[in-house]
């Protein structure tokens, strides 16, 4: 691949301006390419890493556990603990819509756990929330909603619990 070009630091604004407007038109790849050129010249920039981490999800639909990891390895690299709960919560959110929307057998128990995964890190954000911030309270419902929508979505059967029947 031939060398990439850099980015000026005084041209970071508007890049991620640029970046979020292609997530907006559905074009994740292109905004990803802009994070990448972002972090290459600020590898701390928490806008850069948190939209990557979309950008990734985003394209979860086409690319598969592979895009999964490499959203995953970002969260180590945001600053904040509420914001590495919440976009964990998100990636397994979006990959279990992922899953779901591929209409496959047998993937019920699959997006089953991965929404538990989800809510368990959106109680985690709630905790560590700011005053105002009910965004992990949506995403929590948001991941209830899901399930009770697809009935297919249901814990594996060596998973559920069986009630307690007196002999």
Not at 78 to 95: K, P, S, T, V
Request: with cysteine.
């Amino acid at each position: 691949m031939p060398d990439l070009k850099r980015l000026t630091k005084d041209g970071i604004p508007a890049a991620l301006a640029k970046a979020e407007r292609y997530r907006l038109l559905a074009q994740p790849w292109e905004a990803e390419s802009i994070y990448l050129d972002v972090l290459a010249v600020e590898p701390h920039d928490e806008a850069a890493l948190t939209g990557l981490v979309l950008a990734l999800t985003d394209q979860f639909a086409h690319g598969g556990p592979g895009l999964v990891r490499r959203a995953r390895e970002l969260l180590p690299r945001l600053a904040d603990e509420y914001d590495r709960a919440y976009y964990a919560g998100i990636i397994c959110e979006r990959w279990a819509k992922a899953l779901l929307d591929q209409h496959n057998p047998g993937t019920g128990s699959t997006v089953y756990e991965l929404l538990l995964e989800a809510k368990d890190w959106y109680e985690k954000a709630e905790a560590l929330r700011p005053p105002g911030n009910d965004d992990a309270l949506l995403r929590w419902n948001a991941c209830v909603r899901l399930a009770a929508r697809h009935p297919e979505v249901a814990a594996a059967p060596a998973e559920r619990t069986q009630p307690y029947v007196d002999h």
